[in-house]
């Protein structure tokens, strides 16, 4: 199972992972992004271009999908005006072992981080606007990759 979903609305870690579960491996591993509000920060909002950003997502999936030896994956990524301590992203992965559930779900989120096509735009509470620019830290984190 392989399954990518970009979106505007909310949804469950818990009924992700609960799909993962039951596929029968012996590890599931998860990462779920929230928006932090550093700095003021009133809103995130992402901007995307339909179509083209789920085959990228769909893509960066096939990926690990063919490096490891994964039973499914769920990969969930919000679009749209998000508030702090809000969820933006999920990532499940399930395997057999351990191992291959945790890589692979590092993986999927480093290059999600440096290679999935969205725009951010910061919003902080005195009004004032920005776009937010790629950090040398996440593509220093895909590169192991």
């Known amino acids: 199972m392989i399954e990518v979903r970009v979106q505007a609305g909310r949804f469950i870690p818990g009924e992700e992972l609960d799909r993962l579960e039951a596929l029968g491996g012996g590890g ?25 950003t789920e085959r990228m997502l769909g893509a960066i999936a096939d990926q ?3 490096r490891w030896p994964l039973l499914g994956l769920i ?3 919000r ?13 499940g992965t399930a395997a057999r072992h351990r191992g291959a559930a945790l890589e692979a779900c590092a993986f999927l989120i480093d290059w999600l981080k440096t290679r999935a096509p969205f725009w951010k735009r910061e919003r902080f509470a005195d009004g ?12 220093e984190a895909a590169s192991r990759w």
């Open 28 to 52: 599931v591993a998860s990462f779920t992004g929230i928006v932090r509000g550093e700095g003021d920060l009133a809103s995130l909002t992402l901007d995307h271009y339909p179509g083209m």
């Open 64 to 66: 690990a999908a063919a």
């Open 75 to 77: 990969v969930v990524h």
């Open 79 to 91: 679009f749209g005006e998000m508030a702090p301590g809000e969820r933006i992203v999920f990532v």
């Open 128 to 139: 004032t606007t920005g776009w937010v620019a790629p950090r040398a830290a996440d593509d």
